[in-house]
């Protein structure tokens, strides 16, 4: 348990500094937002149901530039692999910086929902809204964190990234999606628990396999 | 309208030629990358 | 020491012999699908795609599933042979699973009159389609042996684990807002060149694969060959 909050304390100082990853993963973000407030009707129908994709669009593409460079110290120094050898466990690893991960994505995400907010105009309620962004940063943040490990070594990593995290990303942004218009715009069939409950498969399935296979994963 | 499609052979033909291409295809790479591979194996000169 | 209990078709059968054997059941399946199987009652003559979709579509989802089954094997038993496998067998997957998805949208033109649908079959290959073709990608990256078939195999079991994800969640999506269509009972009369090409595949890709992880594994074991020595030309030559 020390170990584990010494890896968390380790990989929180890493994030603070890395300013650069949050104001990339914003700054992307804020522009797709941009472009799709442009690209389309300006009636508050058609901009809700705009800003709701766009949002989470801009979150997952701004993630990738986030998370590509999130073992970045640990690749140059070569610090994941002496902490390994001095006796950390792998999995511990993995879930300490999957854990700060999703703290970082969270970020990112409250700083893009004022940007939405202005541009958009509706959204879920506070409560809602940090609900399924909490689930959505929570399931995107273990694959993410996975696949960054595997593709860390490769200097094409920050367009393999993409490419592998898309499709398995696709059913989290579909109910992110589903899940955010229904919060917006009233959820009359009760069909938002079904969507929530998938998100939560989704985030456990990948907790669990992902923490297990990342052992596999480095060397 | 009865429901029924009417024609359609250009459909049908676009498949099945884009379909013999692929197929043709791979397998005369998977072919090709085989041949290119055998010298690799037995002659290794010292 | 050959194990008894592997007796299968495609081990025992000569590559070549295979791919011989599955192009010419190919070549007759479809002709007879073309030219001598009768019409169908809804989709008349355009429903002959079915003869050569279907067959792709069976073989193109298996050899992703026999991907998966590679890189568990690998994990468990850590021998790169599987790795040569699980190359070989997702690349033939991702080309029948892309040509699946183009055949899937000519035939939904004249069918649905739209070129795509958020099918969840179609959305699921299309899907998949590029996570293995990504995989493949990343493999080009990694040169080591082990460590590329390590990441692959991890990368694989991951992949195929959100299948059922997407297929789910876009069923769900999909039944909010559109009539799910399915396809008619297959009717005794087409049948047999469905079979015929169904077979035809399976053992034209089965001798596919079995070349293609010769020759990967011909490579692998190449490039990590030490380079031979060679006597220098000259005496006295400083090493």
């Known amino acids: 348990m020390i170990a584990f909050r010494a890896l968390i304390l380790k990989d929180l100082r890493i994030l603070a500094r890395r300013r650069g990853g949050f104001l990339s993963a914003f700054a992307l973000g804020a522009i797709i937002m941009l472009m799709s407030s442009l690209s389309g009707e300006a009636t508050p129908q058609s901009l809700g149901q705009r800003g709701a994709a766009a949002f989470w669009m801009g979150l997952f593409l701004g993630s990738t530039l986030f998370l590509s460079d999130s073992f970045e110290t640990e690749q140059k120094e070569g610090g994941q692999r002496a902490l390994i050898l001095l006796g950390a466990s792998p999995t511990a690893f993995f879930y300490s910086k999957a854990l700060v991960n999703f703290f970082g994505l969270f970020v990112v995400g409250l700083l893009l929902t004022p940007i939405s907010a202005a541009l958009f105009g509706v959204g879920p309620s506070l409560g809602g809204g940090a609900l399924i962004l909490a689930l959505g940063t929570l399931s995107l943040a273990a694959p993410g964190t996975l696949f960054t490990a595997i593709v860390s070594e490769s200097d094409k990593r920050h367009l393999l990234l993409p490419v592998m995290m898309f499709p398995l990303v696709v059913p989290v942004l579909i109910t992110v999606v589903q899940s955010t218009l229904l919060l917006t715009f009233g959820d009359p069939m009760g069909q938002g628990v079904a969507w929530h409950a998938i998100l939560l498969i989704f985030a456990m399935l990948h907790w669990l396999l992902d923490g297990a296979l990342y052992s596999k994963a480095v060397d | ?46 | 020491m050959d194990d008894p209990g592997l007796v299968l078709l495609g081990e025992r059968m000569k590559p070549r012999t295979l791919v011989n054997v599955g192009g010419t059941l190919l070549i007759a399946g479809s002709f007879w699908g073309l030219l001598f199987a009768p019409a169908e009652v809804f989709m008349g003559e355009v429903y002959r795609i079915f003869y050569i979709h279907v067959p792709t579509a069976w073989n193109g989802l298996l050899l992703l599933t026999a991907a998966f089954v590679c890189a568990v094997m690998y994990l468990l038993k850590g021998d790169l042979l599987w790795d040569d496998r699980l190359e070989a067998s997702m690349e033939a997957g991702v080309v029948l699973s892309a040509l699946l998805t183009i055949q899937g949208s000519i035939w939904a033109r004249p069918t649905w009159g739209v070129w795509w649908n958020w099918d969840p079959r179609l959305t699921t290959t299309a899907i998949l389609v590029f996570a293995f073709a990504g995989i493949l990608a990343l493999r080009q990256s990694l040169k080591e042996p082990r460590r590329r078939a390590m990441v692959s195999a991890v990368a694989t079991i991951v992949a195929a684990a959100d299948v059922p994800l997407v297929y789910f969640s876009v069923r769900f999506w999909n039944s909010l807002h559109q009539i799910q269509s399915s396809p008619a009972t297959v009717s005794a009369a087409f049948v047999w060149p469905l079979r015929v090409n169904a077979i035809a595949v399976l053992l034209l890709m089965a001798g596919l694969i079995q070349m293609r992880a010769e020759t990967i594994a011909r490579l692998r074991e190449a490039g990590s060959a030490p380079p031979p020595i060679d006597v220098p030309e000259t005496e006295g030559a400083a090493r």
């Open chain 2, 1 to 46: 309208m009865n429901g029924v499609i009417e024609g359609g052979w250009e459909y049908v033909i676009a498949v099945y030629v884009l379909s013999a291409l692929v197929y043709a295809l791979y397998t005369y790479s998977v072919l090709k990358r085989d041949k290119a591979s055998r010298p690799l194996s037995g002659e290794k000169k010292s």
